[in-house]
């Protein structure tokens, strides 16, 4: 599953990798960097689409 | 049944080691106004008041430089490269996080395995020690202090810096120290959750300890200390007076974007790294806290030091380097480091980059900056994919950047040919795939000092952005509360789903 990643270029190393997945299974974040802000963002932003 | 669980859940998956890294970029332009004036939209000259310019010092990013290429020109700023690389060196093993002058010749770094000493004139390594692993480093004369990531702290002998000794140590709370600070004979050590406390370096005893709730970054500055606090999730700036460390007097507290992970302090000028958000610059006036502004910067900015009226930052995707004298802070112009820019110490228009596995050499180029722009290397689609995808083009920089886009290859167009972006602003760009995506590139061509053009390319990726997760299962994972266990991913379908994979290194 993790060699399976398009798109991390925006990190040298293997660690970490975040991906966030919404609600129906899509993946809306993808990142070889360690961004909390970015991470809790796209969360939310999903969260509350949900609403 | 299932338990009433969060809406999110959070998924980790611990595997076998080591992480960091980065990425980029930056650019340019002078307005033919006077000294003390700069242009507006309208195209008039107008006298510079110690406001913010015409985008009022906050844009789309929240805040950048606090001015237009006006404000940089009256400063006396031409259009060039602030910032030139010297030279870096690799050691290959230590994982290099924080950084400290020595003195001109020499700067002191630390990470996993130890520590090392580099050269100021090109980043060369001159010598590396055995340590517990450093997390933070503060220096004082010939005398260093390195907080670990355990519950050491340990001293180096500084006085023949290309030969480090280390000649004490103490144990001292619970791991991972987060910052650690000295200042003529007093040693500031902070923690999160565990506050900051006061230790003479002469006795090794702790003599106080400040009124905080989760210290990270620390500073001292004789009798005054600084801490990066947090209260109830805000994230917040103390100043207190340590005249009489077992009664230490919080003089002033402010209220900070983001985290404060390091802080630096030079005479009146204060800076905080604030991770995503950028940086904070304070100036102390009598004992309190005013802000000069926020800047923004691509990455996470890790480090900051202080050197005069500049500021350099370590943002693990960049380097920069901001102008904080007269008038409003500014990014003058960013470098690309070698690996990731995880701490930073300077002096006298020198920097050294704690560069992950390489340290970085740095030099100033007073007077000179440019724009800088920031957008993605890379765009995916899914293959076959008709619908557009978006890029957003930054100018982090300190001048107007002007740039061109052009498709070099495949079935796409792009929104714009051609865009001129103020400091600060950013834009959207469209992407669009002709007849269905597939591979291709966009070339572009800036007026950036030192990286005139270059390509993205459009890329289809099976798993990425805007695909559908493959299914897994978690064997031989069960829930905290036990309640599940074997799980799939599909199990989780109408819930959001954050997926870690992490190492501990």
Partial sequence: MYNSYGGLTDSYAPFPVHVVIDQTGVIRYLSGQN??????????DLLDEAR | MRPSLPTTRVLTVRLASIGIASLYLAGCSGLDCPAGAHAEDDGLCYLDDGTTGTDGGSTTDGGTTASDAGTTSSLGFELGD?????????????????????NDDYALTVGQGGFAVSSMVDGSLVVQGDGDRGYDVAVDGDRAWVATRYSKLYELDLSVPTAP?????????????????????LMLVGWLDQGAVIIDTNTLNQIGRLDVESARGVALQGDRALVGDEVGGQPQLVLFDVTVADSAVELDRVNLSGPAYDIAWENDNVATAEGGVGAGVFTVVDDHLESRGQLSLPGTVLSVALDGDY???????V???????????????????????????ARNGRAMVADWFHTTALQANPGLAGPELVMDSTVYFEKGQTDSERMEAWNAGAMDLELSLEVASGDYSVSESAITLAPGDRKTLLISPTSGAGAGALTWSS?????????????????????????????????????????????????VVFLAYWAEY
Avoid: C, K, Y
Wanted: aromatic share 8%; glycine share 8%; proline share 6%.
């Fill in chain 2, 165 to 185: 000794t280390i000649i004490d140590s103490i144990e001292l709370g619970d791991p991972t120290h987060q910052d650690v600070a000295l200042d003529n004979g």
């Fill in chain 1, 35 to 44: 961004d909390t802000d970015a991470v809790r963002s796209t969360i939310q």
């Fill in chain 2, 319 to 345: 380097a920069a380097l901001a102008w904080v004298g007269d008038g409003d802070p500014v990014v003058l112009g960013h470098e690309l480091p070698t690996e990731s820019a995880m701490g930073i110490t």
């Fill in chain 2, 447 to 495: 007026n950036d000092p030192d990286e005139p053009s270059g390509t993205v390319q459009f890329q289809t990726a099976t798993t990425s952005v805007g695909t559908q997760h493959p299914d897994f299962e978690m064997s031989g994972f069960t829930w905290p509360d036990s309640s599940l266990s074997n799980f799939r991913l599909t199990d989780f379908e109408g819930e």
């Fill in chain 2, 82 to 102: 602030p910032i030139t690389t010297l030279g870096t060196d690799t050691d290959g093993f230590f994982e290099l996080v924080d950084a400290e002058m020595i």
């Fill in chain 2, 311 to 317: 500021l350099w930052l370590a943002a693990w995707e």
